[in-house]
C-alpha cells in the first residue's frame, strides 16, 4: 500500500505541475474568451480533487504517521479554496466587466494558494518516498522504557 501511497502522490504532482501549464494556455490563447481556461478548469474541478482524496486515503492505508495523514488532507482544503478565491476575484468587476485592481489582487491569492498546494504535495511525495524505503537489515526499531517505539 505504501507503494501506491507513493504512486497517487507523483500522480498528484504531475496534475498540479499540468495545471499551471493550463493556467499558462488560457492565459495566452488569442482571443481570450471563456472557453481559454476550459482545461485549467476540468483538471481543477475534477481530476486535482479526486487525486487529493485518494491521496488523503491512501495515506490512512499504508498507516502512515498521523501528521503525515494531516498533511496529505491539507491540499483538499486548499483545493476547496480555489474556486471560491477565483469567484470573489470575479465578482470585483467594475460594471462594464473589467478587473478592478482588487479583484486581480484577489485573483494573485488563487494563484498564491496554488503554489502553496504544490508546496504542501510535494512535501507529502517526499514523506510518502522515505516511508516506503526499506529498513535496513539489523536495524530494528528502538524501544522507550515503556516498550513504545521511539
Keep these: 500500500m505504501?507503494?501506491?501511497?507513493v504512486a497517487i502522490t507523483a500522480l498528484t504532482l504531475v496534475a498540479f505541475a499540468l495545471q499551471f501549464i493550463l493556467?499558462?494556455?488560457g492565459g495566452f490563447t488569442k482571443?481570450?474568451?471563456?472557453?481559454?481556461?476550459?482545461?485549467?478548469?476540468?483538471?481543477?474541478?475534477v481530476?486535482?480533487?479526486?487525486?487529493?482524496?485518494?491521496?488523503?486515503?491512501?495515506?490512512?492505508?499504508?498507516?502512515?504517521?498521523?501528521?503525515?495523514?494531516?498533511?496529505?488532507?491539507?491540499?483538499?482544503?486548499?483545493?476547496?479554496?480555489?474556486?471560491?478565491i477565483a469567484m470573489l476575484a470575479n465578482a470585483f468587476?467594475?460594471?462594464?466587466?473589467?478587473?478592478?485592481?482588487?479583484g486581480l489582487t484577489i485573483g494573485g491569492l488563487h494563484a498564491l494558494n496554488g503554489i502553496i498546494a504544490v508546496h504542501v504535495v510535494?512535501?507529502?511525495h517526499r514523506a510518502a518516498r522515505k516511508l516506503d524505503e526499506p529498513v535496513p537489515a539489523g536495524a530494528g526499531?528502538?524501544?522507550?522504557?515503556?516498550?513504545e517505539p521511539a
Design 122 to 124: 510535494v512535501g507529502v
Design 23 to 25: 493556467a499558462a494556455v
Design 93 to 102: 468587476t467594475d460594471a462594464s466587466g473589467v478587473s478592478t485592481p482588487l
Design 47 to 84: 481530476v486535482i480533487p479526486v487525486l487529493t482524496v485518494l491521496t488523503a486515503l491512501f495515506a490512512a492505508l499504508a498507516k502512515a504517521p498521523g501528521r503525515l495523514i494531516g498533511l496529505a488532507v491539507l491540499p483538499i482544503g486548499l483545493v476547496v479554496l480555489q474556486p471560491l
Design 2 to 5: 505504501r507503494k501506491a501511497f
Design 31 to 45: 482571443p481570450a474568451g471563456d472557453d481559454a481556461y476550459a482545461l485549467h478548469s476540468l483538471n481543477g474541478m
Design 141 to 147: 526499531r528502538l524501544l522507550t522504557p515503556e516498550g
